[in-house]
């Protein structure tokens, strides 16, 4: 999902949750951990916001996963087409 966030073209946002392994010497943050969180379900849409928003207030446990994934044009697609537009070259800029 690291990956997946990174290559994202525009804004992801993950929420880790990680065991302390440092000073939880009896394993407990792991069992824990485990009854605390649910998987998303398997037939889940992420591109649909509602059924998102949906998995994120249901009051059981939080879900893990993909909750939400959106394509759209980033600021610098935005950016290029405005210079385009205006009968610049995007290149050009890229170098200045």
């Known amino acids: 999902m ?8 525009g804004f992801s946002y993950l929420h ?9 010497k009896t394993s407990m943050t792991y069992k ?23 998995q994120v207030i249901d009051p059981s446990t939080p879900a893990l996963g993909l909750l939400y994934k ?5 600021l610098g697609d935005t950016m290029d087409e405005t210079i385009l537009a205006a009968g610049g070259d995007v290149r050009e800029q890229a170098v200045a």
């Open 32 to 54: 824990n951990l485990g009854v605390s969180v649910r998987d998303l379900p398997a037939n889940h849409d992420s591109s649909d916001l509602m059924a998102a928003m949906a």
């Open 16 to 24: 880790i949750l990680s065991p302390c392994v440092t000073f939880d």
């Open 2 to 9: 690291i990956g997946e966030a990174i290559a994202h073209r």
């Open 70 to 74: 959106e394509d759209r044009p980033t």
